[in-house]
């Protein structure tokens, strides 16, 4: 499956989570939940326009239109493979890790600036990606861009759902990383395109690389 501003919209991303449901591996948010929060977080918009900060797979595969965009550095948080996913990028066996953001630190990313006009309409597709299921918590932060300070969206891990992974071991998050799958594609695939962006914007992540090369151990451990 690919996951695109198209099949997001044709509701890949809903089908995929109802099976979910059916499995009892995860509590799928409504239309109504999904509509509710958005509404919420616009509610408590600041002055100026809409920013989307893109920490993990949002950086290479945005899947919403924008005008604009720039490099971004958010303080108080750092990006952490924090989430498990038994569907996406995982299986109820081998659940897959992604990313989120945590307290603490700074961060490198991507800033996107919406149309707007099609504020609505844009944002209707960035909760259906990463709002199906209330994992995080939509939030207001100030970025610093090269043009100076912006305020924008960006999606906190919830500390209080079951799938958080609180504090893992490097190396079991680079375990699960190198081996699972699911039906969006491979963890690993995930990690590796993360990781080229963050090189390709000059901007290194140390946490990243460290994984980068405990990966890399366990691929070659298991081709031997």
Known sequence: MVLSRESIKNGLVTDMLAEGERLGLIEAWTDEQRLVSRRDTLARRPDGPVWVFAYGSLIWN???????????RLFGYHRAFCLWTPLGRGTPDNPGLILGLERGGSCHGMAYR???????????????????????????????????????????????????????????????????????????????????????????????????????????????
């Not at 945005?62 to 971004?72: K, N, T």
């Open 62 to 72: 945005p899947a919403f239109h924008y005008e604009h965009s720039e490099h971004a």
């Open 114 to 224: 919406l149309h707007e006009d099609k504020v609505e309409e844009e944002l209707d597709v960035v909760w259906a990606r990463e709002m199906p299921t209330g994992s995080y918590q939509p939030t207001w932060v100030k970025l610093r861009t090269a043009d100076g300070p912006v305020n924008a969206i960006t999606f906190v891990i919830r500390q209080d759902q079951p799938r958080y992974a609180c504090k893992l071991p490097i190396e079991q998050v680079a375990q699960s990383i190198a081996t699972a799958a699911g039906k969006l594609g491979t963890c690993q695939e995930y990690f590796a395109n993360t990781h080229a962006a963050l090189h390709k914007m000059n901007v290194p992540d140390r946490y990243l690389d460290r994984l980068f090369h405990e990966v890399r151990k366990i691929q070659a451990g298991s081709a031997a």
